[in-house]
């Protein structure tokens, strides 16, 4: 069992910058990657980014790309998010994810379906 905690979320101007943080306990080695979903009222649960352990790899939507950046701190056993740049459109609940499997392509790490294990989200709301 993996356990994921998210933190950071909140309210800010467009522009402005924020910076999630999800910890995770229990058997934390197990995980091969972790992700960071996002989901607006109204609309599907959309990927944002992932780290993938093997080939230490990181992936992000288009959407974010350049703006955000994934990074972990394998001895707090934490994943941090840092938003810069942000849109109205960013607005969401961000859920952080843990993976427990390898997959052949790690783009499918783009897709909720490899996740094994989800946080309870924290909300961002950035205004115009």
């Known amino acids: 069992q993996v356990q994921l905690v998210e933190s950071g979320g909140g309210l800010v101007q467009a522009g402005d910058s924020l910076r999630l943080s999800c910890t995770a306990s229990g058997r934390t080695f197990i995980t091969n990657a972790m992700g960071w979903f996002r989901q607006a009222p109204g609309k599907e649960r959309e990927f944002v980014a992932a780290s993938i352990r093997s080939g230490s790899s990181t992936y992000y939507a288009d959407s974010v790309k350049g703006r955000f950046t994934i990074s972990k701190d394998n001895a707090k056993n934490t994943v941090y998010l840092q938003m810069n740049g942000l849109k109205p459109e960013d607005t969401a609940v961000y859920y952080c994810?843990?993976?427990?499997?390898?997959?052949?392509?790690?783009?499918?790490?783009?897709?909720?379906?490899?996740?094994?294990?989800w946080g309870q989200g924290t909300q961002v709301t950035v205004s115009s």
């Open positions: 994810a843990a993976a427990l499997g390898r997959l052949r392509d790690n783009s499918d790490y783009g897709h909720t379906f490899p996740y094994d294990y």
